[in-house]
């Protein structure tokens, strides 16, 4: 096996140009500014061209992600779209070159759909509905239409659409009152499949006819099921598909479309993801998330044979694509010491190229941290995975200040991806300690449902045991931590200061929720049913919401607090912030407040990240330093 990893200077000179102080900065500093973390960079999303020379995909060079396109093994990159704001996705014709791709306007994600010739030239707006959320769902094989799914009919729904990009003619094909997405065309153009998403761990699919109409349910079940990574089989008889039906964890299976039967293909106790077919059917590619690390896996459908693999770093495997032909599979890789970068693997000849070579901002790889994968006993028994972060060079008598950093969600996972704020806190000479809580994904359905409603306090006693593993563990100062998070993980940071208010130096809430109930009413309309099904019914369990909702107990807090919000946020409204900002500042507590008007939920741009984490930063050395 060969491996290229020949530099390309455009990464470079971008950064140079961009940002020249900083070399001048490394010359003259032993440390390395937050700004010099925030601007190491990304890329992301590969989509091949037609003939599987060219690769499109995103990278945040400019500072927020934009479109550029590469040769499929390397070379030098051309930039396609220059807009200040984000660009979500970007997806190749399987005809010809032409990119589709989505933009939504100042986090606001209402994304809007756009055609672009491969070089860039013309920009044509596919949806011209901007108060309307698109959600992109695959050309179709003969390259004339494509599909998506929008709320355009009302806020709260969304339908299916295709579109013709000749003449621009738009068909409603599926109308319901329910949040239904799209999962790709047959090979023959026939049909689509239909991902209806009743909750976030209840999914339903449905087989719909273009011609007729004629829609057909696919997975009738009881209780709740998941269903992701739709890949037709080449004679649109069938798909494969990624399922926990009637399993603790997502496993391989194949549906035959006429029988409805549904059959495994194998079981594994980790869950499965990214699940990929070849167009010709013969490979399959899919990653296992094994406590939070990646097994990439590669199959030969014909001779039922699992190929070799190659040597990767220890991360995340994500965004995996086949070329048409099926020979190369291009992916993301990232990890602790990894910013993420493209990669592409030569099936037949076995050989591994680094395709983007995102810069590192100058600062020596070698000065990047691995956690230590840990697991804690906590209030029940119960053990929680973790990850733990510690300085270069710490040993236990050095008491260093420590983050417990807590993942949002709470549908989600703690990974080690790469994180240029962990990397910048962990210089400085913080620990990181970042927990999965019981209700994390990736250790099966029962752990998930293990939050659920009333028993959401449980996974706040979660972090009140880390922080016993950390006093315990002889290498943290248990005076000086500080519980940081962002949109469920924001709630969490909110929850254990009031819970737990005698554990804290510190907290740091991101895009949180303060306020369950008024939450649960100004979240955006498509989202509620959902967060209804995680945190309780505002009705029913009105009295429970209001009883764990931290904006009831503001008095128990005794750390100083910041905390961080978008103006345009649709998933958690600033309302929530504003309320516990508004709140604290009655009492006289300590609480700096950073609004930012044109961002969503999360910071995206550059020059804001750089701004809030600054005052991050800045916030954290004075009361833990």
């Not at 798909?239 to 006429?258: G, K, Q, S, V, W």
Request: proline share 5%; charged share 25%.
């Amino acid at each position: 096996m060969s491996v290229i990893l020949t530099l390309k200077p455009v990464i470079c000179m971008v950064f140079v140009l961009l940002s020249p102080v900083l070399v001048v900065e490394a010359q003259s500093q032993q440390r390395y500014s937050i700004e010099r973390y925030l601007n190491i960079r990304w890329a992301s999303r590969p989509t091949f061209s037609p003939d599987g020379e060219q690769l499109a995909f995103l990278t945040n060079i400019t500072g927020v992600a934009q479109v550029w396109r590469i040769d499929a093994l390397g070379g030098w990159p051309d930039q396609l779209t220059f807009f200040e704001d984000r660009v979500r996705f970007v997806k190749w014709s399987p005809t010809e070159d032409l990119l589709v791709f989505g933009k939504d306007v100042g986090g606001n994600e209402r994304t809007q759909l756009y055609l672009m010739p491969s070089t860039g030239e013309s920009i044509t707006d596919l949806s011209s509905y901007p108060e309307a959320i698109h959600s992109f769902g695959g050309w179709s094989h003969d390259g004339e239409w494509i599909a998506f799914a929008s709320n355009r009919r009302d806020p709260a729904f969304f339908d299916v659409y295709i579109q013709n990009i000749r003449t621009g003619e738009v068909r409603l094909v599926y109308q319901q009152d329910g949040s239904n997405f799209v999962s790709g065309w047959s090979p023959d153009d026939r049909y689509l499949i239909i991902w209806r998403f009743n909750s976030s761990f209840d999914q339903d699919l449905f087989l719909l006819e273009l011609e007729s109409q004629n829609v057909v349910h696919l997975t009738p079940h009881e209780g709740l099921v998941r269903y992701s990574g739709i890949n037709w089989t080449p004679d649109s008889k069938g798909i494969y598909l990624i399922t926990d039906r009637d399993r603790d964890f997502m496993n391989l299976a194949h549906i035959d479309l006429r029988s409805r039967k549904l059959t495994y293909l194998e079981d594994t106790d980790w869950d499965v993801e990214g699940l990929v077919v070849s167009e010709d059917g013969r490979f399959m590619a899919y990653v296992l998330n094994v406590d939070g690390y990646s097994e990439l896996k590669i199959k030969d459908l014909e001779t039922e044979q699992t190929l070799p693999t190659p040597p990767l770093p220890k991360g995340i495997v994500a965004r995996l694509t086949f070329s048409p032909d099926g020979m190369k599979l291009a992916f993301t890789i990232t990890g602790p010491r990894h910013n993420a970068d493209v990669w592409v693997w030569e099936l037949d000849k076995r050989r591994l190229v680094q395709v983007t070579h995102s810069s590192r901002a100058g600062i020596p790889q070698e000065t990047f941290v691995e956690p230590m994968l840990v697991h804690y006993e906590t209030f029940d028994g119960r053990r929680i995975p973790a990850f733990f972060y510690l300085p270069k060079g710490a040993e236990e008598s050095d008491r260093v200040p420590a983050i417990v950093h807590i993942h949002g969600g709470p549908e989600a996972q703690e990974r080690v991806w790469f994180n240029p704020i962990f990397q910048y806190f962990l210089h400085r000479g913080y620990a990181i300690f970042s927990p999965n809580v019981r209700g994390s994904t990736g250790y099966g359905k029962a752990y998930t449902h293990l939050d659920d409603v009333r028993l959401r306090e449980d996974s706040v006693k979660d972090i009140a045991y880390a922080v016993r593993y950390l006093k315990a563990s002889g290498y943290v100062n248990p005076g000086k931590i500080a519980v940081m998070g962002a949109s469920y993980g924001g709630y969490m940071v909110l929850a254990a200061l009031t819970k737990y208010p005698d554990l804290w130096a510190a907290g740091v809430d991101i895009v949180g929720i303060a306020n369950f109930k008024t939450f649960l009413q100004n979240t955006g309309p498509y989202r509620r049913k959902w967060r209804i099904a995680e945190y309780g019914d505002p009705v029913k369990d009105g009295d429970f919401l209001e009883k764990i909702s931290p904006i009831h107990h503001v008095e128990k807090i005794k750390a100083p607090l910041m905390v961080i919000h978008g103006a345009n946020d649709p998933r958690v409204p600033r309302s929530e912030a504003d309320q516990i900002v508004e709140e604290i500042r009655r009492r006289n507590g300590v609480v700096e407040y950073l609004l930012f008007q044109d961002e969503g939920h999360g910071i995206a741009k550059l020059h804001n990240r750089i701004k809030a984490y600054t005052q991050v930063a800045d916030f954290l050395d004075r009361y833990l330093r």
